[in-house]
Nanobody, 124 residues
Framework: QVQLVESGGGLVQAGGSLRLSCAASGGSFSSYAMAWFRQAPGKEREVVAAISWGGGTTYYSDSVKGRFTISRDNAKKTVYLQMNSLKPEDTAVYYC?????????????????WGQGTQVTVSS
């Protein structure tokens, strides 16, 4: 069983930056592919970025490519999401998710564990 706890959300002006962290406990963190999802009010959950268990493969949605960077530190059992050039449309609750596989996926149904989420609000 893996427990995930996100942190780092908050209120930021458009053009600003935030760094989200997701700390894992339990399980074998280095055996999990990790991802960040987000859900805005009235919208479906969507994948933002994903990273393989070794960090060698990453995925970004088109909406964040070039602005966001996903990374992981297996020794610290933590995955990060560096968000730059934030836009009001990035406003959402951001969730960290873990998948018992080396292979990343973009469908949330293929992830086994989820954090409680952290709110990111970008003002215009």
């Amino acid at each position: 069983q893996v427990q995930l706890v996100e942190s780092g959300g908050g209120l930021v002006q458009a053009g600003g930056s935030l760094r989200l962290s997701c700390a894992a406990s339990g399980g074998s963190f280095s055996s999990y592919a990790m991802a960040w999802f987000r859900q805005a009010p009235g919208k479906e959950r969507e994948v933002v970025a994903a990273i393989s268990w070794g960090g060698g493969t990453t995925y970004y949605s088109d909406s964040v490519k070039g602005r966001f960077t996903i990374s992981r530190d297996n020794a610290k059992k933590t995955v990060y999401l560096q968000m730059n050039s934030l836009k009001p449309e990035d406003t959402a609750v951001y969730y960290c998710a873990a998948r018992r596989s080396s292979v990343i996926r973009v469908n949330g149904h293929e992830y086994n564990y989820w954090g409680q989420g952290t709110q990111v609000t970008v003002s215009s």
